[in-house]
């Protein structure tokens, strides 16, 4: 390993995440190499990419124009996805979420020199299982973004048993500079600790909508206008602070209790899965999205959130 400083990162993978984390290491001034394996879902990720920056245009968003971060950026199709990383200092795979096609990636990338940091997007495997074996485990470990990657600022760095403090250090440092968040996860765990406390709150929103106790719509408001309003800005280490950790304890010990303790998705989810009602992909889910196309749909939502990077960038610096 070495302390060189990464200016090249190649990101494998042109889909719903690679596209945001390209955009992130372009626009910090870095050479990006964007590798798909088929020309159509490069040209679709490149247009993508410039839709992106033309919004974070709109907003404000922006350091330089989006052509000068576009011409950072090399878009690269083919099979052989190794050769194509040839040069770069960090790899970021984000492919899909399937053992079996991420493995062979790792595996070929084991080849590549030592200094070079090699990474998965990987939503719930951990990098003991993705990694397991391979000569170089050491170089390698998560980097966990969240959707939309181009817009949420936290990103985990979650390692296997074998991966240097420097590594975790160099990556730190990379993400710091492409404008993100990074926290590092501890131990190895399955949901690394976000999706640990987002499925913690869905079991008991699940729980409160299949016994009646409140609407999709009020649930929305209620946890947008108190808990979600206050954790945008306050953590809930913070909050607890705020609130007093012994009425935080009696609270604790007095819900806790009452809480859902479900293993499984709740019923009244699954029922909606079974009829297609999957959210904005199929036009319907809570809400009822029919008359908008995906791309209304998702720019409005993109719009809200780039108000909210906004004012998390103005808070934060
Ligand atoms: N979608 C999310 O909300 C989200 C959030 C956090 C993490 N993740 C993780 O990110 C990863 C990618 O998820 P996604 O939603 O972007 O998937 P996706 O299906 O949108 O994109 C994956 C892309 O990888 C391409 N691909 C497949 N094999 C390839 C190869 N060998 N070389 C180059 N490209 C290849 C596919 O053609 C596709 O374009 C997964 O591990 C997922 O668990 C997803």
Known sequence: MSNKEIKTVAVIGTGTMGVGIVQGFAEAGLAVKMIARRQESLD?????????????????????????????VEPIATTDQAAACKGADF??????????????????????PEDVIIASNTSSMTMDKLTDGLKTQHRMLGVHY?????????VEIH???KTTQEAVDRTKAL????????????????????????????????????????????????????????????????????????????VSGNVFKVLSNATEASPDLI???????????????????????REQVNDKINRRLLKQLALFRSVEN
């Open 44 to 72: 679709q990720g490149v247009a993508l990419l410039k839709a992106n920056l033309a919004l974070f245009k709109e907003f404000n968003l922006l350091k330089e124009a989006p052509e000068a971060i576009l011409a950072r």
């Open 91 to 112: 790899v970021l795979e984000t492919i899909q979420e399937v053992y079996d096609m991420k493995r062979p990636i790792f595996e070929a990338l084991d080849a590549m």
């Open 146 to 154: 969240f959707n939309p990657a181009h817009i949420i600022p936290a």
């Open 159 to 161: 390692k296997n048993a």
């Open 175 to 250: 993400l710091l500079k492409a404008g993100k968040k990074p926290v590092v996860v501890l131990k190895s765990l399955p949901g690394f600790i976000i999706n640990r406390l987002t499925g913690a709150m869905e079991r008991e929103v699940d729980n409160l909508l299949d016994n009646g106790v409140v609407t999709p719509e009020d649930l929305d408001i209620a946890v947008r206008a108190s808990y979600g309003f206050r954790l945008a800005n306050l953590g809930p280490m913070e909050a607890e602070d705020m609130i007093g950790l012994d009425t935080a304890a009696r």
């Open 271 to 293: 029922k909606k899965v079974e009829r297609g009602e999957l959210g904005i992909k199929s036009g319907k889910g809570w809400y009822d999205y029919s008359g908008q196309t």
